[in-house]
């Protein structure tokens, strides 16, 4: 039914940059807000940015310190995270999900705990000299 699909992940330096790509398939993201997670070995998931459904309003992880950007482009069905300015702490394997209600602002997604039911496969960030 509902299927993402994050990618445009890779090998990177420090300080390059990468757009990541999460493409839909079994529904439409206009009324979904669409969450970017992060997890690398041994740690916890993150959440690294959100871009609700509605307004285009945008959410993203304070120890970001606005390097990333989320974006969509609703002909393609297809939310965007702009990363600049990576970092080694950025290598971890990065995700695009959703709730199935739908949710539409990430206000509601946050209100729910961060938890969004359909999720993408994980695309690889690896940042290294």
């Known amino acids: 039914d509902v299927q993402l699909q994050a990618s445009g992940g890779g090998f990177v330096q420090p300080g390059g940059s990468l757009r990541l790509s999460c493409a839909a398939s079994?529904?439409?993201?206009?009324?979904?807000?669409i969450a970017w997670f992060r997890q690398a070995p041994g740690k916890e998931r993150e959440v690294v940015s959100c871009?609700?459904?509605?307004?285009?309003?945008?959410h993203y992880a304070d120890y970001l310190k606005g390097r990333f950007t989320a974006s969509r482009d609703k002909a393609k069905n297809t939310v965007y995270l702009q990363m600049n300015d990576l970092k080694p702490e950025d290598t971890a394997v990065y995700y695009c999900?959703?709730?199935?209600?739908?949710?539409?602002?990430?206000?509601?997604?946050?209100?729910?705990?961060?938890?969004?039911?359909?999720w993408g496969q994980g695309t690889l960030v690896t940042v290294s000299s």
């Open positions: 999900a959703a709730d199935v209600t739908p949710t539409p602002t990430c206000e509601q997604l946050e209100t729910l705990g961060w938890v969004p039911d359909a």
């Open positions: 079994g529904f439409t993201f206009e009324n979904y807000a």
């Open positions: 871009i609700s459904a509605s307004d285009g309003s945008t």
